[in-house]
DNA sequence: TATATTTGCATCGTGAACGATATAAATGAC
DNA sequence: GTCATTTATATCGTTCACGATGCAAATATA
């Protein structure tokens, strides 16, 4: 009984429970305005800088196109954003905001907050918060790296 | 320009993402079996300790049964488990491993290890894995605790 | 300038997650 | 014992993720 196989051993599985139960958090603010936490993300990208083709969104979620542009096409049924080819390059569909996506940014402003404040507690300080980012931007980095090099 | 919106400042998204790449690490360990992920998991519970009521399965995983419930199925199909109505308990659906389910576990051993070493770096020393786990652990407390009161 | 390759996006199929709801068995109240 | 409530599981619908594949526009090569 060496335990390698401890529920309670693996790191995968808590990064796996952590994140559903932290993406569950945002439920019910984003449910308010008909979002989900991947459409979130994506507004996240696209307030960032507006007018994006679908493989930089996809890029910077870190995520395929096959997963972004079925996202896309329903924010798009929603009037949150509006898809169009682009111009100096056909290929690309440029991701431009509509008026309500923008307006949705005001909207949500209190949410990261509300959000980051409830999951603090003692093992997870505001202090470590930085500690806790430098591990995880590590483990993606690390994990990115070694998919590049198969 | 708070950047309270940044995708880099959010705690959700490293989890989101690092969740999502270390379990694509696993693919091709599990996939030579024709396991998922979450597969896998259900198996780690169910070596831990066979014949399980899916409720069992469910609260070890933090899983709700109607996520549980067609895991086990498509399990079953591949002739991994056998789920039967338990005796004492007619609601209840045991769960219990075939000899291919407990054949799986020596054909996986190698498995933790290979991909808990591909995920350290110099962000991440065994070292401080420890540190990792206690915050994750911290995180995953306090959003249970918080579900539970509303 | 033909042709080959790459790039950007989309389509398809499968398997999770999860909110909402349903059903039957067990338990509790009276 | 009868009826209400709770519990254990299942069903349904929607939205991701993602591997595999397709297709057209752009680019590289001959």
Redo the contacts with the bound molecule.
Sequence with gaps: MDGRFNLDNQLCFRL?TAS?LI??SY?PFLAEFGL????YLVLLVLWEKDEQ????I?KRLM?????V??????METEGILT?SK?KK??????VTLTKKGCTLKEELLHVPEAVGSAVLCESLTPERVPELFAMLDGLIGQLKENQSNP
């Design positions: 796996y559903r993406t569950q439920h989900t936490y991947p459409q083709p679908v493989n930089d996809a995520l395929e196109t096959n997963t542009t079925p996202l896309l096409k329903r898809r682009g390059d056909a290929r690309q569909m440029i």
